[in-house]
């Protein structure tokens, strides 16, 4: 099948004054406006022919239309439900794709995979995700037992690579640990804003996170771990002691853990790698 991309500048802008559709801030809508950066998306995705993806914010069908001609089927979430008329224009070739009018965070996304991709091999999320929506969206998808094989998505560079960091570095913090204890994190490629219409204020990046069977760690309740890292980061100019004293009601338990995993007290949250975090939270537990 011969495709007409609509990723271009030109063509963006005839579809939506045809249309008279105007950007609503509400939604974070930045539409892409290159073929070349939606290809290396698509690319980065490593998406099969028996595969199916899930893509949430459509917009005008700009990435839709390269995954359609990558995967098996595609279901894209929109809540933008003025984007419908658009959307049937844009799609219409490609009888592979489904487009579900609500907001992925409400929808009944495990009843819409059972019905959608029984017959497909692996599910992949891929996204060009809102700004201000990027992590309540990662965390839904991370901890909702979906079944899927990767995450790629576009967000704030600032965010992916505070995602992607490693200890000892100013953007590692509870967010990187706790995507990093689910998936294998790594930027497929930074993205700048003009590439955009309209164009935001900073560049972007791809953060693709490939699923891990199970959590890398074995911390038992996930949600306890958690909170027990964040308590680490509440005040990044804090020691480690300082902070878990309010968690644990006083240092004496703090010093006398940390002293016994052969950690100095003074040290701060961001210099102490997964594993380590790990073994203290099994330390804690056990008092």
Known sequence: MSVEYIA?????KELLNKYGFNFKKKFGQNFLIDNNVLNKIVVSAEIGPNDGVIEIGPGIGALTQHLATAA???VAFEVDKTLVPLLDETLADFRNVSVVFE????????QVIDSE???CDRIHVVANLPYYITTPILNFLLTADLGLTSIVV?????????LQSSEGSKEYGSLAIFVQMLADVDIALTVPRTVFMPQPNVDSAVLRLRLLEK????VGEMKVFEQFVQAAFKQRRKTLANNWSELFGGKEQVYEVLTKAEINPNIRAENLSIAQFVNLFSLFNRL
């Open 8 to 12: 271009t500048p030109k063509r963006t």
């Open 103 to 110: 907001d992925i965070l409400t929808a009944d996304v495990k």
């Open 215 to 218: 959590p890398r760690y074995d």
């Open 72 to 74: 098996k089927k595609v």
């Open 117 to 119: 991709f029984a017959d």
């Open 154 to 162: 576009m967000m704030q560079k600032e965010v992916a690579l505070r």
